[in-house]
Structure formats: C-alpha cells, structure tokens
C-alpha cells in the first residue's frame, strides 16, 4: 500500500519512536545502483507527494524501508553492508558514537532559517561537529474534540485529573512522554527528574488512569478519540489532529500553561555513502521551503517544518497553528532522558499504572 492511500489511523504506529528529542533521519547513498537513495525511514518519509519531485529533479530513485523505533533502526544497519544505506532515523549521538555518521557542512544547509528552539545542539554537535539537522517536531500534549470539550479546560494540565471529564479520556501508551506530562502538571522539569520523583509521578498517573476510559497505542488512541469514543487523548497533538482536520475539523490540540512534551525528527548523513552529494542533495531538498511543506504534511502523520520559511498554505499553517509556534516553544520541555537505571523503574511504574483498577 502506498504511503498516501494509508488511513491516518491505521499507519501512525511507524512515529512511535519518532517522537524524541533527538531522533535521526539518516542519509547515505549506494546500494546496487550508485543512481540510487536507500533510505530507512519514518513512515511520514514514503509519501510519494514528497518523494516524487526530488526523484524526477535528479532522476533518482529513492528506495524506503520503514521501521518503528530506535532499535529497530540500529539493528538493521549493524546488520547491512556499509553503503547499504542512504537515509536513516536513529539517535543522532548514538549513531555517531557507532561511527555511523557524516559531519554536515553547515554552511551549504538552512540553520539560521530554523525555529531556535529546534536546532538541538546538545544532541546533533557532538565535539564540535554538526552531524544532524532538525527536519520536524510538534508536542505530545493534549489533543481535543473542541466541540465536546470546553476548549478553555484544555489550557490546564488539571483537567485530565478533575471530575469534569472523567470517563471521556484516553491516554497514548508511551511511558516517556506521558511520563514528562505528569513531571509538567507537578511542576517539576522533564530534564531534572530523579528517582525521587517517581512517587509523585506514579500519583499523578494514577489520577489520569482513574479519569480514563482506555489506555492504548497510537492506533487505538487515535481511533479512539477520532470516532468519538473519547472527547480527550493525554499525549495527543499535532501529529494526532492536523492530519485528520479535514475529515474531522472539532480536533484540536492545546499546550497548555503548563507546557508539553517536545519531539523532533533530524536529518543526518551515512559516512560510508556512497554518493555523498546526492545524499546532502536530498537532505537539502527535504530542508527546502517545499520540502518542508511536503514532509510537515505527509499522508502519515503531519508536524511541525523546522524550517521558518516553509513553503505551507494558510490553511495548514492555521492546522499546525504556526503563528502561534514561538509561545508554545516557550512552554514546551524535552523528553525526559533516564539513565538505564531510571528509565528501568519509569517502565516499571508505567507497568504499574497500567496494571492498577
């Protein structure tokens, strides 16, 4: 099936990993025909509407291979040929620390023209090296059906816990951004959590269990809120709304007082491509004004173009609520980053959650 006949509701499964803060579209270039891109990629990466104009630019085509989370990825380039690949969507400092990636020349990419708060030099620089670029990004946040819900509730975290709406919630099961909303409604940052918090966090989480109707992955949350079976989703947003406002335009998202979870995508380029200019060729198209309109739409899953002069119409800037970007930015946290230890009892806790009457 191709990426543009897919339902919304059936394919987001592929974002899964993509909403991090320092996921990776990897680019390198070989395979069998040195005229080719290999690419392993985010689902939002196969639409044609997207691929379509650099393969008939360049005559090249452009070979994607979709895959859901880090791992994933990993496991499929340690087990490739060097060269097999062109783009990717890995860790940037993991996969620099596996000596995967190319550093960018930045003087030939558009960072002055991306949103400041999405440039990620913590996890794209690595010893002074540029080895990524923000290509997208949106929050998990709350998304809303504004005509069953008070659109004034959804500006505060502690409507998802009051009694208002209890029965009418469904909450994304993804223990790390779930996880952050509950650090924001406590008032405590994404980035400082400690195992001292868990108690508070698994209190919170607990009061948004109580007040849910479901706790599913991306598919059944989404259905979820999209048939109407739930007016609330608790890590919903913008790649969970934009792309079905046509069909349903009552679904909204808000970032509320106190802030959202932040994911990004980033471009980044295989070290043992083989055709390097063709590889920095596409990254450039995709951080292009079109390219960022196309991708920032894509029939998987939209999102925010990290590029400020993205080539969007009225209409979908006034979706992805655009104008709007600076101040939401201004609120939103990084996901949070555990080390193994932490990150194993934060999956523990979650499991406890889900596990609780």
Same mark, same amino acid.
């Given at each position: 099936?191709?990426?543009?006949?897919?339902? %919304?509701?059936?394919?987001?499964?592929?974002?899964?990993?993509? &909403?991090?803060?320092?996921?990776?579209?990897?680019? &390198?270039?070989?395979?069998?025909?040195?005229?080719? *891109?290999?690419?392993?990629?985010?689902?939002?990466?196969?639409?044609?509407?997207?691929?379509?104009?650099? +393969?008939?630019?360049?005559?090249?085509?452009?070979?994607?291979?979709?895959?859901?989370?880090?791992? &994933?990825?990993?496991?499929?380039?340690?087990?490739?040929?060097?060269?097999?690949?062109?783009?990717?969507?890995?860790?940037?400092?993991?996969?620099?620390?596996?000596?995967?990636?190319?550093?960018?020349?930045?003087?030939?990419?558009?960072?002055?023209?991306?949103?400041?708060?999405? !440039?990620?030099?913590?996890?794209?620089?690595?010893?002074?090296?540029?080895?990524?670029?923000?290509?997208?990004?949106?929050?998990?946040?709350?998304?809303?059906?504004?005509? !069953?819900?008070?659109?004034?509730?959804?500006?505060?975290?502690?409507?998802?816990?009051?009694?208002?709406? !209890?029965?009418?919630?469904?909450?994304?099961?993804?223990?790390?951004?779930?996880?952050?909303?509950?650090?924001?409604?406590?008032?405590?940052?994404?980035?400082?959590?400690?195992?001292?918090?868990? %108690?508070?966090?698994?209190?919170?989480?607990?009061?948004?269990?109580?007040?849910?109707?479901?706790?599913?992955?991306?598919?059944?949350?989404?259905?979820?809120? #999209?048939?109407? +079976?739930?007016?609330?989703?608790?890590?919903?947003?913008?790649?969970?709304?934009?792309?079905?406002?046509?069909?349903?335009?009552?679904?909204?998202?808000?970032?509320?007082?106190?802030?959202?979870?932040?994911?990004?995508?980033? *471009?980044?380029?295989?070290?043992?491509?083989?055709?390097?200019?063709?590889?920095?060729?596409?990254?450039?198209?995709?951080?292009?004004?079109?390219?960022?309109?196309?991708? #920032?739409?894509?029939?998987?899953?939209?999102?925010? %173009?990290?590029?400020?002069?993205?080539?969007?119409?009225?209409?979908?800037?006034?979706?992805?609520?655009?104008? +709007?970007?600076?101040?939401?930015? #201004?609120?939103?946290?990084?996901?949070?980053?555990?080390?193994?230890?932490?990150?194993?009892?934060?999956?523990?806790?979650?499991?406890?959650?889900?596990?609780?009457?």
């Amino acid at each position: 099936m191709t990426a543009n006949a897919r339902n %919304p509701l059936s394919t987001l499964k592929s974002h899964l990993g993509a &909403a991090c803060a320092a996921a990776a579209l990897l680019v &390198a270039a070989g395979g069998a025909e040195a005229a080719d *891109l290999n690419a392993l990629i985010w689902c939002d990466h196969s639409d044609p509407a997207l691929l379509q104009p650099f +393969e008939e630019a360049n005559n090249v085509k452009v070979n994607v291979k979709e895959f859901e989370g880090t791992g &994933a990825g990993l496991a499929i380039v340690e087990q490739s040929q060097p060269g097999d690949w062109e783009i990717d969507s890995i860790d940037v400092p993991r996969g620099v620390e596996k000596g995967l990636f190319e550093p960018l020349p930045e003087d030939k990419l558009p960072f002055a023209d991306l949103f400041a708060e999405v !440039k990620m030099d913590k996890s794209t620089i690595v010893d002074g090296k540029r080895y990524g670029i923000t290509e997208k990004f949106g929050y998990n946040t709350i998304g809303f059906n504004k005509t !069953k819900v008070d659109p004034a509730d959804m500006q505060s975290l502690a409507s998802l816990t009051g009694d208002k709406y !209890k029965g009418k919630i469904a909450i994304y099961d993804y223990y790390l951004p779930v996880i952050g909303m509950a650090a924001l409604a406590i008032g405590k940052k994404t980035a400082d959590l400690t195992e001292a918090d868990l %108690p508070a966090l698994k209190a919170e989480l607990l009061k948004m269990k109580a007040n849910a109707k479901l706790v599913g992955e991306v598919t059944a949350s989404q259905t979820a809120l #999209a048939t109407g +079976e739930v007016d609330i989703l608790v890590g919903g947003g913008e790649w969970v709304t934009a792309g079905l406002a046509k069909e349903n335009p009552a679904l909204d998202f808000s970032i509320p007082k106190e802030g959202a979870v932040l994911w990004s995508q980033s *471009l980044a380029m295989f070290k043992d491509s083989k055709n390097k200019d063709m590889a920095l060729k596409f990254i450039r198209y995709i951080m292009s004004p079109e390219g960022q309109a196309r991708l #920032a739409t894509s029939s998987c899953y939209w999102g925010m %173009p990290a590029n400020t002069k993205a080539a969007l119409t009225d209409e979908q800037k006034k979706t992805l609520r655009f104008d +709007e970007q600076p101040g939401f930015l #201004a609120r939103a946290q990084a996901y949070p980053a555990p080390n193994a230890d932490l990150d194993k009892k934060m999956q523990d806790m979650w499991t406890e959650m889900l596990q609780a009457q």
